[in-house]
């Protein structure tokens, strides 16, 4: 079935460093992978997206690589800020609407 | 531009009673889409609705259900609540339905079951 593993369930860094978080999906047909941000209390944000037409989408700090072959995808996060905290999640999609999530990246940026 | 509103964001249910959350999508946005996030099984795919009809459906039990409007705002129903139908209860729009479109969530409505 469709799935989604995502690592590491926390990642701590110093303000200024870079994050890296590391998604593998299970089905191949998946063509739509997009990143979201969810801070305490609120529903997740969309931060980036990338579609299986494309390895690589870069947002200033942000950026998104997939590697269709391995069926993985990451996000990368550089300088860091504490503003960037929160709970980071991969998703996968085959068919509009439907997104299968990974597990969840709990982020903490230290001042 | 308006996101996506749900109503309402915190309620508490007793077991065995039914409850409807509501959703309206960005406006221009016409498929809807429901999630479930528990901090176990975290988000779950509940189903898809575009131009008032079910496109897809997730694995959970005919007790939740769901609808959409000509307007397509959209609702979804728990019936015969169960203590572990507590959770948030995402509502998401996208522009359409097809490849690869850009998927928006709102902020949730925060269920309890007592």
């Known amino acids: 079935g469709e799935n989604v593993e995502q690592h590491p369930s926390t990642l701590s860094v110093q303000e200024g460093d870079s994050a890296v978080i590391k998604c593998t999906y299970s089905?191949?047909?998946?063509?739509?992978f997009p990143w979201y941000k969810q801070e305490l209390g609120k529903g997740p944000q969309l931060i980036i997206d990338?579609?299986?037409?494309?390895g690589e989408k870069k947002d200033q700090r942000i950026a998104v690589t997939l590697n269709k072959t391995a069926k993985h995808f990451s996000l990368h996060i550089t300088e860091t800020q504490p503003e960037d905290s929160a709970v980071y999640f991969c998703?996968?999609?085959?068919?509009?609407?439907?997104?299968?999530f990974g597990q969840g990246t709990t982020l903490q940026v230290k001042p | 531009k308006a996101g996506v509103t749900q109503t309402p964001r915190y309620l508490i249910k007793t077991r065995g009673q039914q409850v409807t959350l509501s959703c309206s999508p960005i406006?221009?946005?016409?498929?809807v889409s429901w999630y479930q996030q528990t901090p176990g099984q975290g988000l779950q795919f509940l189903f898809e609705?575009?131009?008032?009809?079910?496109?897809n459906k997730g694995n959970f039990p005919g007790r939740f259900s769901g609808r959409q409007f000509s307007n397509s705002r959209s609702e979804m129903n728990v019936s015969t609540l169960e203590l572990g139908d507590s959770a948030l209860y995402l509502c998401?729009?996208?522009?359409?339905?097809?490849?690869?479109?850009?998927?928006?969530f709102g902020e949730g409505s925060w269920l309890t079951v007592v």
């Open positions: 998401a729009s996208s522009l359409s339905t097809g490849f690869g479109n850009t998927i928006y």
């Open positions: 990338i579609r299986s037409n494309v």
């Open positions: 089905d191949s047909a998946s063509n739509y």
């Open positions: 609705y575009f131009s008032e009809t079910q496109r």
């Open positions: 406006s221009g946005h016409r498929s």
């Open positions: 998703a996968a999609s085959i068919t509009t609407g439907k997104l299968i």
